[in-house]
């Protein structure tokens, strides 16, 4: 069986060599090592340059992306080599279906409700806390709390850390579509059980950036 190692870590890639040269593969193998890519998006078209193997086995550091992609991991850059090699022997790994999935859904934001959306909008859309708190109308302590939550969701080391997460991996209006799918997909469930008094009903949701647009529906208010 074959094996590829996706590093920029010529080291670790000697490393790995050398182990491999004392095992006895199983299945065709590809180790990616998280530390070598700068963004989820570079992450996933590794992944699907090696859709042909029949596992995956992450290697992970302290950064920001080994966090967020802490489900994936099977070995820790800083582990003794014995670990190293009992892992690559042993260790079931993930498969191409596994590892998309947990890419895709970081990427698409499904895990994030809409006051998780709007308060990454806001932080993109403002250079500083004071601007974004007071682009979707909340106080900045509030926005503080959400920030915070946000990080502990993606495990991640701080609010400082998060921000510089969101920017590098969205853009504001990837984030504004999201929030817009999300709405239209509210409204069209309170369609379908029938809630809706009026099609020629017209009622105003006020947008997180502060802006108020006409939408056809019953009248609700939209929680930012």
């Given at each position: 069986m074959t094996y590829r190692i996706e590093t920029r870590n010529h080291y670790l890639r000697v490393a790995v060599k050398v182990l491999f040269a004392h095992i006895q593969l199983a299945q065709h193998t590809c180790i990616i090592d998280l530390s070598s890519y700068h963004s989820?998006?570079?992450?996933?078209?590794?992944?699907?340059?090696?859709?042909?193997?029949d596992r995956f086995i992450f290697i992970g550091d302290r950064g920001m992306h080994s966090r967020i992609l802490r489900s994936l991991i099977s070995i820790d850059?800083?582990?003794?080599?014995?670990?190293?090699?009992?892992?690559?022997?042993?260790?079931?790994?993930?498969?191409?279906?596994?590892?998309?999935?947990?890419?895709?859904?970081?990427?698409?934001?499904?895990?994030?409700?809409?006051?998780d959306k709007t308060t990454v909008y806001s932080l993109l859309m403002r250079d500083s806390m004071q601007g974004a708190a007071r682009l979707i109308g909340i106080s900045c302590k509030l926005l503080y709390q959400r920030v915070d939550r946000l990080t502990k969701k993606l495990f991640l080391r701080s609010g400082l850390q998060a921000h510089q997460f969101f920017r590098q991996e969205f853009?504001?209006?990837?984030?504004?579509?999201?929030?817009?799918?999300?709405?239209?997909?509210?409204?069209?469930?309170?369609?379908?059980?029938?809630?809706?008094?009026?099609d020629l009903a017209i009622h105003h949701l006020k947008e997180p950036w502060g802006v108020s647009r006409s939408i056809p529906g019953r009248i609700q208010k939209m929680d930012i």
């Open positions: 989820l998006q570079e992450i996933l078209q590794c992944i699907r340059r090696n859709n042909d193997v850059s800083h582990a003794p080599l014995l670990h190293y090699y009992e892992t690559l022997r042993h260790c079931p790994g993930v498969s191409y279906h596994s590892a998309t999935e947990v890419l895709q859904k970081h990427r698409s934001m499904s895990d994030y409700s809409h006051q853009h504001p209006d990837y984030v504004r579509a999201r929030i817009d799918d999300q709405l239209r997909a509210s409204l069209r469930r309170e369609r379908s059980t029938g809630m809706e008094p009026d």
